[in-house]
Every structure is written in structure tokens, then in C-alpha cells.
């Protein structure tokens, strides 16, 4: 084992000085100290400093120039590019030197950096490119030939077909983010989603605005490897089409995360459920369901659907985890969830862990201090008694958002 040393004798291992310095990595100033100590530092320092490397437009000038030096040593380190053009304005410093996304695209420089695997492009507006523009912009990102992880937040098409072509360019795209909006009008975006199809290599999507969750889960997944569904923000006119994509990826799907809004999680009501079926998931392993609001004026739809949904999981799949994530003004909120048809349905699935965690709403942490300190209490004591069995059977973890400790 190597180790490092100084004229007084041995320091740590290397290995162990490794792990030291991976755990500052979000700290760029003191990876920078780092950095300056000896070569055997600044190896890993740099590795953590640029591998994810945030083109900004009022920095991308100055970048590309390091870049281009003969002296540069970074580039091969850098994995993940991301651009955001909002920046130019949050930055204060908006002038002739910024450096947009379409600009980015199209500098020379960019080639050095063909090895990424990861890429975010940030408040984007698409529509206002030419045809031409879209055809060059398209060109230059087949450029990044090992690509595997692509992010658009915040970021405007006309609708699904462009976002299909460019997803399309990257043979080893494994990983998709799409917090997207689209100019045309939903019904024809949707409709003309059903024609299209999502690269066959692509093993988790994640969506997250009311346009893209329609329109993605319209297209075609025949074919489809896709493992890992996560939904965010998700209302009651959604369900129609997870619905239908359950029934596609039956074959593949392993991980599911449905966080519902805010807004509507509360008023989902079961005709809508009746869309989240899981009896086609023959390999479905997780199942996370989060935004699930408990009021005491009234029960919850979701908690009536939970035992029912669990109930129709094939017993060939091997369901190890369910995740709950309850936002609660009350410990008496929690009674209108129906527990112990929960754990009912949880007896039969022997090798599911149930996991809950229970975060005080709004009104609830505004009041703050003792009240918080009582509802988190009662709450454990609650849900303690509630699913004892499951407790006994070291198949339950509750986490009480507000706590000082959690009870596992």
C-alpha cells in the first residue's frame, strides 16, 4: 500500500487521503488548497473541480480559452456540461461576452469535450431557432458520442418530435430528464406523440411539468428497457396516461416514483386511481408514491387505492420496497389513512420494507416549537402501534420529519 511521505516519515495511505479529499467535493475552495499540496492531491482534487462544469455565458469565453491553452490539463476530467441561459441575466453582468447555449454549440472549442457523458441544458428556448439552426444544433450534440445522461429543465420545443430526434443521436443514452414545455397545443402534441418512440436503450426517464408527462407517456415504448419511472408533480388527469405506460413497461419496469402535486394529491379521487394498476409489473421492485396529503377535514383517496394497488402486484415480481411520503397538518390526519389494510396487504408481499416518512404541513410548521415537538411524538407513537407487525418483523422505517431522532 502506497503512502505519503515527508522527511519526517509516512502519512496516511493514499487511499485513505482519497476519501478525505472525495468528501469535500462540493467545497471548490478547499479542492483548490487541495490542489496546490503536491501532484499526488491535485490528481484527485481536479477530478472533483471539473467534473461538472457549469458553462455559464459570462464565464464560457474565459473557459474555452483555459481549454485551448497548451498548458491545460483539465479537459479530460470534465463529464458533465451544463448550460443554462437564464444565467446571463441572474448574473448581473450581461453584455456582448456572454456566450448563449446555441453559441456554445456551435464553438470550435467544444470538440475537446466530445468525451462527456452527462449533459444539462437549462432555460432554452428551442422555437426560436431556424430549422436550419435546430438541423446545426442537432449535428453538433451527435458529437458527444458517449453521452448517457441528458437533462432539459425549463427548456420550450414545439412539441415531442424534436425532443425525439435529438434523444435519437445518442446510441448510449441511458438516462433522460424532461422538465420541457411545448408552443403547440397539448391535443395535437399528444396525438402526435403516439407516433413516435423514446431510443430503446434508455433505462430511466424522469418528467416533470404538465406537458411532458402526457406527451412522454404517449409515445410508443415497444421495445422499450426503460427500468426506472419517476413523475413528478403529477394530478388527477395524469393518471390516464401512466396508466397506459404500466401496461407497456410491464416487462421491464423495476423502479416507480409517482409524486403527486400538492395542489391535487389531496383530491385524487378513485375513478382516477383506477388508471394506477399494477398487475401487469412482473419485475416491479420499488414503488414510491409521494405528495400524499392527510387533512383532518377529510380522507385522503390515495389511502383507500394503497392496499387495492399492492394487492394487484404479480407474485412473480419481487417487490422489495414501498415508500410513502405524507404531508400531514395533524396527528389526527393520519387516522383517515387506512393502516392496517396497509399492512394487510404488506403481510402477503414477504419481502416488502415499508417506508414512511411524515412531513408537518405548511400551517403545521408555522405554528412550530412545542406544537411540532407533540405532533412528531404522537405521530410516532401512532404509527408505532398502528403497524406493530410490521415493526416486530424489522420490515419498517419511519422517519418524522421535524424530529430530533428517528425511530427505525
Excluded at 93 to 111: P, Y
Excluded at 181 to 186: E, G, P, T, V
Excluded at 234 to 253: E, M, T
Amino acid at each position: 500500500m502506497s503512502s505519503y511521505t515527508t522527511n519526517r516519515g509516512p502519512l496516511l495511505p493514499a487511499e485513505i487521503m482519497d476519501v478525505v479529499i472525495d468528501q469535500l467535493h462540493l467545497d471548490l475552495k478547499m479542492l483548490g488548497v487541495c490542489g496546490t499540496v503536491c501532484s499526488e492531491w491535485l490528481i484527485r482534487s481536479r477530478y472533483h473541480i471539473f467534473s461538472t462544469v457549469q458553462l455559464w455565458p459570462w464565464r464560457v469565453r474565459r473557459f474555452f480559452e483555459l481549454s485551448r491553452s497548451r498548458q491545460c490539463t483539465f479537459t479530460s476530467y470534465v463529464n458533465c456540461i451544463e448550460v443554462n441561459d437564464a444565467q446571463a441575466k441572474l448574473s448581473g453582468q450581461q453584455n456582448d461576452d456572454d456566450i448563449l447555449f446555441h453559441q456554445v454549440m456551435s464553438s470550435s472549442s467544444l470538440s475537446r469535450f466530445s468525451h462527456i457523458q452527462s449533459l444539462r441544458i437549462q432555460n432554452v428556448d428551442w422555437t426560436l431557432f431556424s430549422p436550419a439552426n435546430r438541423d446545426h444544433l442537432r449535428e453538433r450534440l451527435a458529437t458527444f458520442t458517449k453521452l448517457e445522461s441528458l437533462k432539459f429543465d425549463d427548456v420550450m420545443f414545439h412539441d415531442l418530435r424534436e425532443v425525439a430526434r435529438i434523444t435519437a443521436l445518442f446510441p448510449s443514452l441511458r438516462y433522460l430528464v424532461a422538465n420541457i414545455q411545448f408552443s403547440k397545443y397539448m391535443e395535437y402534441t399528444i396525438t402526435s406523440a403516439t407516433t413516435l418512440a423514446l431510443p430503446t436503450c434508455l433505462e430511466a426517464l424522469r418528467l416533470g411539468t404538465d406537458d411532458a408527462i402526457p406527451s412522454f407517456l404517449s409515445t410508443t415504448f415497444k421495445g422499450s428497457k426503460l427500468s426506472s419511472l419517476v413523475l413528478d408533480g403529477v394530478k388527477f388527469w395524469h393518471l390516464q396516461y401512466v396508466g397506459g405506460v404500466l401496461r407497456s413497461l410491464g416487462d421491464s419496469l423495476r423502479h416507480l416514483q409517482i409524486n403527486f402535486s400538492r395542489n391535487d394529491g389531496q383530491w385524487v379521487n378513485s375513478s382516477d386511481l383506477a388508471h394506477l394498476n399494477l398487475k401487469h409489473q412482473k419485475k416491479l421492485q420499488s414503488l414510491h408514491l409521494g405528495g400524499i396529503t392527510l387533512v383532518s377535514q377529510s380522507p385522503c383517496a390515495l389511502e383507500t387505492h394503497i392496499p387495492s394497488l399492492l394487492r394487484g402486484i404479480p407474485s412473480t415480481s419481487n417487490m422489495k420496497n414501498l415508500e410513502l411520503d405524507l404531508i400531514v397538518d395533524s396527528e389526527h390526519a393520519l387516522r383517515f389513512f387506512g393502516w392496517s389494510k396497509l399492512e394487510h396487504a404488506l403481510v402477503k408481499i414477504p419481502r416488502c420494507r415499508l417506508s414512511v416518512n411524515v412531513v408537518p404541513s405548511s400551517v403545521l410548521a408555522e405554528v412550530g416549537g412545542e406544537e411540532i415537538r407533540h405532533f412528531c411524538e404522537a405521530a410516532d407513537r401512532f404509527l408505532e402501534g398502528e403497524l406493530k407487525s410490521l415493526r416486530k418483523n424489522d420490515r419498517l422505517s419511519v422517519w418524522i420529519h421535524g424530529a430530533s431522532t428517528a425511530r427505525l
